[in-house]
Nanobody, 124 residues
């Protein structure tokens, strides 16, 4: 497992924006996919957005399409999740995840590295 260093998150009003950042630490290993899962209170974890290392293909869960944007800065080895027009239902703990083994899937078990999680709360 590789350490993933997360930053961002916090409290925001509906319609507001936040940006999450994540960077692998202490490794030069190549990841295949990196991105974000989230877990809302009382619910299971779900993939939110992912990006591939090579061709930059992206995945978004339906509920965030058009509002969230994932991007990566290869020079800084950092991935960002720009979250706009946030809604109360986006409230959750957001986890940075990375696949260093090349499993190719987007389920929880396909990601070998997890960050500690960032709380995002959307409330008026």
């Amino acid at each position: 497992q590789v350490q993933l260093v997360e930053s961002g998150g916090g409290l925001v009003q509906p319609g507001g924006s936040l940006r999450l950042s994540c960077a692998p630490s202490g490794t030069t290993a190549h990841y295949y996919f990196i991105g974000w899962f989230r877990q809302a209170p009382g619910k299971g974890r779900e993939p939110v957005s992912l990006i591939s290392s090579g061709d930059g293909n992206t995945f978004y869960t339906d509920s965030v399409k058009g509002r969230f944007t994932i991007s990566k800065d290869s020079a800084k080895n950092t991935v960002y999740l720009q979250m706009d027009n946030l809604k109360p239902e986006d409230t959750a703990v957001y986890y940075c995840v990375a696949d260093f083994l090349g499993t190719g899937g987007i389920g929880e078990a396909d990601f070998d590295s997890w960050g500690q999680g960032l709380q995002v709360t959307v409330t008026s």
